[in-house]
């Protein structure tokens, strides 16, 4: 490479360098004449000194006289074109390091970091590389260590809550400068993140003696993509099991049940220890693992260690949740009206200053709550199964599979189309509730409830999330098909958002809880029915056909559910008024 001057070989400047974050940085050898090895610019910004080259300017021209079209979409042509080079380039350094190389490669197995602390879909085209290297020979094994990691405080916990919500990041600015310094100062203002690293997974144990022959006897055969996925959602899995829990993801759970069953007799410290310590309890009955910082040595130190455990999360969360003059847990107004003002550009629908005003903090503690729903969430789609009264038990199977099926892509759990597969999970479920007394089960023919309380809570938290599915399905299946024959993102986003509103702010079902408004929520939805075949795709992109008789089908079902609402509603919660910020911060 070195007789070319306009581009110098990162492959050499990588081999020098010993940080392994190397590794997982894009590889893009698009300018480097005009921008250093070390450029810290972003590939589209390296695409268009690319394109801003005298040359290559001169190359386009020429093509737009010769195919009479306009420069613009002969720029926006060989955009593409460089773009899926600087993809390939990467792709190919990633495959040599796997090859060559005995370092590390870091990469997120979702192809980005989750706004809601909960794990997300994984993402295949990186695993399908790093797996030809094994399939064809190259390296005898490799190991997957998968690292969960949460937050006590992520960075931009607000702005999060705002995107999810269809408001994007603003623009960064000296005031968010001078005000995230401020932040800085205080003690405790971000707490701690928890890292834990889980058993390696070898990736040699997913390939198969098929899988090798077909190689050698095809140099260009491929490894079948239910491997890659097999081996994705195995490390997600494994990230699932090894997430620790921190305090406040138990106080959020422990608070948007009370907000809604008890809005007479809210948390005080006192009876916030004792349910603390049974929410803890009930937990790691499911085999979760709750970081505290401290043990309990002797029973009567308990309450003591208990209540400071539970000051010390709070501290860094003041400006959400917090004990007012009286004592009571009460949750704090953290929406101002210029942040609305700000960003014109809205992704969903525009909600009303009363909507945010609610939204914005309670969907800031419910992302706290969603690193528990990795251990819940199939006991928790059993409890909305079973119901309230007694059914029998092929009909909870069948409402169980339904709901398993619909929420599979939100909660980064595999599609699973082979019904023995789900009766196997659905009576291991069952299973574990039954041996900790939360269900009976008679003649085995009917299932009921017996620990009500447990039954509430996991029955709750899930409800946001199945009011969003219903709505999603409706929007869908009421489209007018004498406007148009396809239905966009765009359109699904903005008029279920809107429902949703509507049935928030007339405390009418379907939609009771402000999660149910994120975006993230029906953008899921709408890919898992695309994944199941409900929605086709169109010519365009993000433009779908709608399969109205399997839509009419769900909708049928989700109906029969017969789902219990909380008597408590969000919609009238008193807030704490929001603060002006501290100037405390200098230059």
């Given at each position: 490479?070195?007789?070319?001057?306009?581009f110098?070989?990162?492959?050499?400047?990588r081999r020098?360098d010993c940080?392994?974050?190397?590794a997982s940085?894009p590889?893009?050898?698009l300018?480097?004449h005009k921008?250093p090895?070390?450029?810290?610019?972003?590939r589209n910004?390296?695409i268009k000194a690319?394109?801003?080259d005298e040359?290559?300017?001169?190359?386009?021209?020429?093509?737009a006289a010769v195919?009479?079209?306009g420069v613009?979409d002969?720029t926006?042509r060989?955009?593409?074109?460089?773009?899926?080079?600087?993809?390939?380039?990467?792709?190919?350094?990633?495959?040599?390091?796997?090859?060559?190389?005995?370092r590390?490669?870091e990469?997120f197995?979702?192809?980005?970091?989750s706004r809601?602390l909960?794990?997300?879909?994984?993402k295949f085209?990186l695993?399908?590389?790093i797996l030809?290297?094994?399939?064809?020979?190259?390296?005898?094994?490799?190991?997957?260590?998968p690292i969960s990691?949460?937050?006590e405080r992520?960075?931009?916990e607000l702005?999060?809550a705002?995107?999810?919500?269809g408001?994007p990041?603003p623009?960064e600015s000296?005031?968010g400068?001078l005000q995230s310094l401020?932040?800085?100062?205080k003690?405790?203002?971000y707490g701690?993140v928890v890292?834990?690293i889980?058993?390696?997974?070898?990736?040699?144990q997913f390939?198969?003696?098929e899988?090798?022959?077909?190689k050698v006897?095809?140099?260009y055969?491929?490894?079948?993509?239910t491997?890659t996925?097999?081996?994705?959602?195995s490390?997600?899995?494994s990230h699932?099991?090894n997430?620790?829990l921190?305090?406040f993801?138990?106080?959020?759970?422990l608070?948007?049940?009370?907000?809604?069953?008890?809005?007479?007799d809210?948390?005080t410290l006192d009876?916030?220890?004792?349910?603390?310590?049974w929410?803890?309890n009930?937990?790691?009955?499911?085999n979760?693992?709750?970081h505290?910082?401290?043990?309990f040595?002797?029973?009567?130190?308990?309450?003591?260690?208990?209540k400071q455990?539970i000051?010390?999360?709070?501290k860094?969360?003041?400006?959400?949740?917090?004990?007012?003059?009286?004592?009571?847990?009460?949750?704090?107004e953290r929406?101002r009206?210029?942040?609305?003002?700000?960003?014109?550009r809205?992704k969903?629908?525009?909600l009303?200053?009363?909507?945010?005003?609610i939204?914005i903090p309670?969907?800031?503690i419910?992302i706290y709550?969603?690193p528990?729903?990795?251990f819940l969430?199939?006991?928790?789609?059993?409890?909305?199964?079973i119901?309230?009264?007694?059914i029998?038990?092929?009909?909870?199977?069948?409402r169980?599979?339904l709901?398993?099926?619909?929420?599979?892509?939100?909660?980064?759990?595999?599609?699973i189309?082979?019904?023995?597969v789900?009766?196997?999970e659905?009576e291991?479920?069952?299973?574990l509730?039954s041996?900790?007394?939360y269900?009976s089960i008679?003649?085995?023919?009917?299932?009921q409830?017996?620990?009500?309380k447990?039954f509430?809570?996991l029955?709750?938290?899930i409800?946001?999330?199945i009011?969003?599915?219903?709505v999603?399905c409706l929007?869908?299946f009421?489209?007018?098909e004498?406007?148009?024959?396809y239905?966009?993102?765009?359109a699904?986003?903005?008029?279920?958002?809107?429902r949703?509103?509507e049935?928030f702010?007339?405390?009418?079902e379907?939609?009771?809880h402000p999660?149910s408004?994120s975006?993230?929520?029906?953008?899921t939805?709408i890919?898992n029915?695309?994944?199941q075949g409900i929605l086709?795709?169109y010519?365009?992109?993000?433009?779908?056909?709608?399969?109205?008789i399997?839509?009419a089908?769900?909708l049928?079902q989700?109906?029969?559910?017969?789902?219990?609402?909380?008597?408590?509603?969000?919609?009238y919660?008193?807030?704490?008024?929001i603060?002006?910020?501290?100037?405390?911060?200098?230059?």
């Amino acid at each position: 490479m070195e007789k070319y001057s306009k581009f110098v070989d990162l492959l050499s400047i990588r081999r020098q360098d010993c940080d392994i974050l190397w590794a997982s940085r894009p590889m893009d050898p698009l300018s480097p004449h005009k921008l250093p090895p070390e450029s810290k610019y972003s590939r589209n910004q390296m695409i268009k000194a690319v394109l801003n080259d005298e040359n290559v300017k001169l190359a386009i021209t020429s093509l737009a006289a010769v195919y009479q079209t306009g420069v613009k979409d002969v720029t926006k042509r060989a955009h593409v074109i460089i773009n899926e080079m600087a993809s390939k380039a990467h792709l190919a350094t990633v495959r040599w390091i796997v090859k060559h190389s005995d370092r590390a490669i870091e990469f997120f197995i979702e192809g980005t970091r989750s706004r809601s602390l909960k794990s997300i879909i994984p993402k295949f085209g990186l695993l399908s590389i790093i797996l030809d290297s094994l399939l064809d020979g190259s390296v005898p094994n490799i190991y997957f260590v998968p690292i969960s990691i949460n937050y006590e405080r992520p960075p931009e916990e607000l702005l999060f809550a705002y995107e999810l919500l269809g408001v994007p990041k603003p623009k960064e600015s000296t005031v968010g400068l001078l005000q995230s310094l401020s932040i800085l100062q205080k003690p405790h203002a971000y707490g701690c993140v928890v890292f834990n690293i889980g058993d390696p997974i070898p990736a040699c144990q997913f390939l198969k003696m098929e899988h090798r022959k077909a190689k050698v006897l095809s140099p260009y055969a491929k490894l079948p993509t239910t491997v890659t996925e097999k081996l994705a959602y195995s490390i997600i899995d494994s990230h699932k099991r090894n997430t620790i829990l921190i305090p406040f993801n138990l106080i959020a759970l422990l608070f948007n049940e009370r907000s809604q069953t008890c809005t007479d007799d809210p948390y005080t410290l006192d009876n916030l220890i004792s349910d603390y310590l049974w929410c803890k309890n009930l937990l790691e009955a499911f085999n979760a693992t709750v970081h505290t910082g401290r043990s309990f040595d002797r029973d009567d130190e308990i309450a003591n260690n208990v209540k400071q455990e539970i000051l010390d999360t709070l501290k860094p969360h003041e400006e959400l949740l917090m004990f007012d003059t009286l004592n009571i847990l009460r949750l704090k107004e953290r929406h101002r009206e210029t942040k609305l003002k700000s960003n014109a550009r809205v992704k969903g629908h525009t909600l009303s200053e009363r909507t945010m005003r609610i939204a914005i903090p309670v969907i800031n503690i419910s992302i706290y709550l969603n690193p528990a729903l990795s251990f819940l969430i199939k006991p928790a789609i059993a409890t909305v199964a079973i119901g309230m009264k007694n059914i029998e038990l092929a009909i909870a199977f069948k409402r169980y599979a339904l709901l398993r099926t619909l929420l599979s892509t939100e909660f980064a759990m595999p599609l699973i189309e082979d019904e023995s597969v789900i009766k196997s999970e659905w009576e291991e479920t069952l299973n574990l509730l039954s041996n900790r007394n939360y269900i009976s089960i008679d003649n085995n023919t009917y299932i009921q409830r017996k620990d009500t309380k447990v039954f509430s809570l996991l029955y709750n938290v899930i409800l946001p999330f199945i009011d969003t599915v219903y709505v999603t399905c409706l929007v869908l299946f009421e489209w007018d098909e004498s406007k148009s024959n396809y239905i966009t993102t765009q359109a699904v986003l903005v008029e279920t958002q809107k429902r949703i509103e509507e049935a928030f702010l007339e405390g009418r079902e379907w939609g009771q809880h402000p999660y149910s408004l994120s975006l993230d929520l029906i953008n899921t939805t709408i890919y898992n029915l695309l994944t199941q075949g409900i929605l086709v795709p169109y010519e365009k992109r993000n433009m779908y056909q709608v399969d109205k008789i399997q839509l009419a089908l769900i909708l049928a079902q989700l109906k029969n559910l017969s789902l219990k609402r909380p008597l408590g509603l969000y919609l009238y919660m008193a807030l704490l008024p929001i603060l002006p910020p501290p100037l405390s911060a200098k230059l």
